[in-house]
């Protein structure tokens, strides 16, 4: 069974910081492609960072500079740092695990507010 579970979300002031995690069981995590999404109130579900099984990264635009992705492959856990964080990156952030079948994770709220 599947299991993809976030930790790290909270509340910060704009311009500061968070690190989130995601661990990940039931997979062979070192085949997997991993990445992080992100669901705002009336918005889809967009893709914020991805990392390959081989490790090479790729982001949003808007997240460019600010956040960075790296995984653990003897922990199984990938994680997201988010600095400079701005209002507009208030949402939901979900791990996904991916091969031909998409997994997520239940997701982690991350709040940017003064």
């Known amino acids: 069974q599947v299991q993809l579970v976030e930790s790290g979300g909270g509340l910060v002031q704009p311009g500061g910081s968070l690190r989130l995690s995601c661990a990940a069981s039931?997979?062979?995590?070192?085949?997997?492609?991993m990445a992080w999404y992100r669901q705002a109130p009336g918005k889809q579900r967009e893709l914020v960072a991805r990392i390959t099984r081989d490790g090479a990264s790729n982001y949003a635009d808007s997240v460019k500079g600010r956040f960075t992705i790296s995984r653990d492959y003897a922990k199984n856990t990938v994680t997201l740092q988010m600095n400079s964080l701005k209002p507009e990156d208030t949402a939901v952030y979900y791990c996904?695990?991916?091969?031909?079948?998409?997994?997520w994770g239940q997701g982690t709220q991350v709040t940017v507010s003064s």
């Open positions: 039931g997979v062979i995590f070192s085949i997997y492609h």
């Open positions: 996904s695990a991916q091969l031909s079948t998409y997994y």
